[in-house]
């Protein structure tokens, strides 16, 4: 039997490349207004425009316990192992819950192996680790060795990106309203990555630009240090800005990305015209 893979949609994995890699994913969803929105049927335009109204901020919810455990169902009842990875849990109670899935499924098929990941990140740094362990096995990789190459993977993965606005993070609690002013008044633009799990400010620089400029100085450095060997820019209804950092990193450094969005469970923090980078390190 094989060895399959499963994650969530904060993993920003385009349909085509999880139907092209066999990954299994399960949607969280982001309740706004009353309204309950799976993450994978947003559409993003609709979807901003309708937060720009909203006082308060959205919350999230994790996948329906029924949804969860056909995923998990569909790959344990042909004999196949499973390879997990999630959502920190320090962002959404995903990664807690796939344990009583985990049990669940171990009562009904005792001999198939799953681990399960707490990626302590979020978006392509999550989905670049996904994907490699897919890739893996397809090859014919055995449990132990997918298992490792999603850990490495993610271990070595980081995301950076500069956020759209700071309204939004204020609302989330995440810097004050006074400091929100005095930002926008001054231009500030923090630099936002996710260290142990949770969202936090890497730097603080005057302009877009800089914070741009900035990223691409991380990017350099860790390419020079180690070698990277997956990136994604990612962006937030940004698809201009997004381009512009993938042909300057291509021009300056010489490093190929794809380009995707960032998921909306993230994106509600951080807002339209976010702009960013996720990338794994070699190991």
Known sequence: MAVKVITDSTSCIPKDLA????????????????????????????????????DKLPTSSQPPMDEFYNAFEKFA??????????????????????????????????????????????????GIGVLEGAKAAQEGKDFDEVSKIVRNTIEESEIIFVPGTLENLKKGGRIGGAAALFGKMLKINPILTVKEGAVV???KVRTKKRAIDKIVEVVKQDLKEKG???????????????????????????LDSMIGEISAVIGVHVGVKSVGIAYARES
């Open 77 to 126: 009842k042909d004999g196949h192992d499973i390879v997990a990875a999630f959502i920190s849990s320090k962002l959404s109670g995903t990664y807690t819950t796939s344990h009583i899935i985990k049990d669940m499924i171990l009562e009904k098929y005792p001999d198939v192996k799953i681990d399960l990941i707490d990626s302590q990140t979020s978006v392509m740094a999550l």
């Open 201 to 203: 400010v890497m730097d």
């Open 228 to 254: 990277i060997k997956q990136a994604v820019v990612c962006h937030i209804l940004a698809e201009d800005e997004a381009k512009d950092l993938a042909k300057r990193l291509k021009e300056e450094l010489d």
């Open 19 to 54: 139907e092209k890699y066999g990954v299994e994913i399960v949607s969280l969803s982001v309740i706004m207004n009353g309204e309950s929105y799976k993450e994978v049927d947003i559409d993003s335009e609709a979807f901003y425009d309708e937060l720009a109204k909203c």
